[in-house]
C-alpha cells in the first residue's frame, strides 16, 4: 500500500508500505473533477499546478492538524496504469477506508465560511458525493468520517450528521454507526444502498460493491455493467449470504 507524506516545507511525496506494516493513516473521499493529479504526477513533480492538487493539499494540512503523519489518496496512490494493480486496489478498496483512522469527506460542490448549518445543508443534501457508486463504500466502511466544505470548513462528522445522511442516503442509522455488520443486512437491502447513484464506468456499479459485500472477483473493464452485476450476484450466493432480511419487520 503507497501512503502519502508531508515533508517539513509542505512537498508531497509516496512512500511504500507492506501489507504488515501500515502506519496509521487518514484517507480523503471526494468526487473526481478536472486535472485530478495522478500517480505518474508525483514522481514528476509540479503536482501543485493541477486544479486536483487543492484536496491533496487539504488532506494532508488537515491529516498532519489531527496528528497523522501518513494520508491516502485513491487519485495518485495507485498506479491505475496497470491493470493488476488497479483489480488488486479495487478489491483492497472497502478493508483502506475501514482500516483509516480517519476519513476526510472534501465536498467540492458545498460551501461554507461561517460554519451556520443554514447556509450550506442545502447544497450538502444535494451534493453529488451522495450520487456516486465509490462513495458509498467510503461512507459505510470508515468508522469515523468527518465531512469538509470546499474551503476546508469541518461541517460535522458521520456520527453528528447521521440522521440528515440517512435521509439522503436511505442507509440505516444502524449500518453508518457499524452497530451491527453489514452482513446483517440482507443482500437486497444493501443493493438498494446503491439506488440513484453511478459510475463513469458501467462496470463500476458492481465493482464499486465489492466490499459491501465482502467478496472480491477480478475486474473484466470489457464486459458491461450486467454481466459485472451477474459475476457479482454469483460471488454474493457463493458467500451464502441472504436475500431476505433476518430481522423482523
Known amino acids: 500500500m503507497r501512503l502519502l507524506t508531508r515533508n517539513g516545507s509542505g512537498k508531497i511525496s509516496l512512500k511504500e508500505f507492506s501489507h504488515n506494516k501500515i502506519p496509521p493513516y487518514a484517507i480523503l473521499s471526494h468526487t473526481w473533477g478536472d486535472e485530478e493529479v495522478i500517480f505518474k504526477d508525483i514522481s514528476d513533480g509540479g503536482v501543485e499546478?493541477?486544479?486536483g492538487y487543492g484536496k491533496?493539499?487539504?488532506?494532508g494540512e488537515q491529516a498532519a492538524?489531527?496528528?497523522w503523519q501518513y494520508f491516502w489518496v485513491d487519485t495518485c496512490c495507485i498506479d491505475k496504469?496497470?491493470?493488476?494493480e488497479l483489480g488488486e486496489s479495487i478489491n483492497s478498496m472497502f478493508l483502506w477506508y475501514q482500516n483509516a483512522a480517519v476519513c476526510y469527506v472534501y465536498l467540492a460542490d458545498v460551501s461554507s465560511t461561517t460554519g451556520d448549518p443554514s447556509s450550506w445543508e442545502t447544497a450538502f443534501r444535494n451534493s453529488k458525493w451522495?450520487?456516486?457508486?465509490?462513495t458509498l463504500q467510503e461512507l459505510v466502511a470508515p468508522e469515523s468520517v468527518e465531512f469538509f466544505s470546499r474551503e476546508g470548513v469541518h461541517l460535522g462528522s458521520k456520527k453528528s450528521l447521521e440522521r440528515c445522511i440517512s435521509e439522503i442516503t436511505g442507509i440505516p442509522i444502524e449500518a453508518l454507526q457499524a452497530s451491527q455488520d453489514l452482513s446483517e443486512?440482507?443482500?437486497?437491502?444493501r443493493m438498494a444502498w446503491m439506488q440513484g447513484r453511478e459510475t463513469t464506468r458501467e462496470e463500476d456499479m458492481a465493482y464499486s460493491l465489492l466490499g459491501i459485500f465482502n467478496v472480491h472477483m477480478p475486474l473484466i473493464y470489457s464486459e458491461g455493467r450486467d454481466?459485472?452485476?451477474m459475476r457479482l450476484e454469483e460471488q454474493i450466493k457463493k458467500s451464502k449470504q441472504v436475500y431476505h432480511?433476518?430481522?423482523a419487520e
Open 49 to 51: 499546478n493541477k486544479l
Open 56 to 59: 491533496i493539499r487539504f488532506c
Open 65 to 67: 492538524r489531527d496528528g
Open 81 to 84: 496504469s496497470s491493470s493488476a
Open 130 to 134: 451522495f450520487t456516486r457508486g465509490w
Open 185 to 189: 443486512f440482507s443482500v437486497a437491502e
Open 227 to 229: 454481466n459485472a452485476l
Open 245 to 247: 432480511h433476518p430481522r
